[in-house]
């Protein structure tokens, strides 16, 4: 089993709908995780943390599931400037310094 | 501007001719890392440094070398490169593991 996996999709939805992805992570001892944006070929960029429960940033929410072991990014209604790879990110906890990246998410908002 | 700033942005090389990839962030963090994105695989750390002079070995190692001499430098480098090493690679600082990342623009580096 991978340490992060994610549902690569495409998630293909038209504007103004809401679409949620999860991620699943192996290490129940992880205790932050992160969701990146990463637009075709670019660099990923951070679009939220996740430390407690949850977090809500405008149109997005992140939600933590410990007992189950899976984050989740929720997108209501969606733009079509909301296009791109969605990457899962968990540091590897016990002290190795490491990020585990997803494979990514892709959402392609049509119009 | 806080940025993290990679060079070259596109090389194309043959194999075994030794090439380095430069990486310098300006935001004075200590955690730098690099990483290669391969289709369907995501991003693999290749290598990290924890602080000057000190890095360890990601999950993918192998074929690469880093350094870490000033803090604001982590360049990488591959002393025989080979095709299997094509791919995309981006350096990222952060303050520390927990805290946001950020990345350079990335370097698409081919190897024929």
């Known amino acids: 089993r991978k340490e992060v996996e994610q549902d690569p999709g495409p998630f293909n939805v038209p504007e103004g709908a809401t679409v949620a992805f999860n991620c699943t992570y192996s290490?129940?001892?992880?205790?932050?995780f992160f969701w990146y944006r990463q637009d075709c070929r670019k660099e990923p960029k951070l679009l939220m943390s996740v430390y407690s429960s949850g977090n809500e940033d405008g149109r997005f929410t992140a939600q933590l599931n410990r007992a189950s072991q899976y984050i989740s990014l929720l997108i209501r209604d969606s733009k079509l400037s909301d296009s791109a790879t969605y990457l899962c990110v968990v540091p590897r906890p016990g002290g190795y310094n490491k990020l585990i990246f997803g494979a990514g998410t892709r959402l392609a908002v049509h119009p | 501007e806080a940025q993290v700033t990679q060079n070259p942005r596109y090389l194309i090389t043959v194999t075994g001719k030794k090439l380095t990839v430069t990486c310098s962030q300006n935001m004075n963090h200590e955690y730098m890392s690099w990483y290669r994105q391969d289709p369907g695989l995501g991003l693999r750390q290749i290598y990290y440094?924890?602080?000057?002079?000190?890095?360890d070995k990601g999950d993918v190692p192998e074929g690469y070398k880093v350094s870490r001499k000033e803090k604001r430098n982590f360049p990488l480098i591959l002393e025989s490169p080979s095709p299997n090493q094509t791919s995309l690679y981006f350096c990222?600082?952060?303050?520390?593991?927990?805290?946001?990342?950020?990345f350079g623009q990335g370097t698409r580096l081919t190897v024929v």
């Open positions: 290490n129940s001892a992880s205790q932050s």
């Open positions: 440094s924890m602080n000057v002079e000190v890095t």
């Open positions: 990222a600082s952060s303050r520390d593991m927990n805290t946001e990342a950020f």
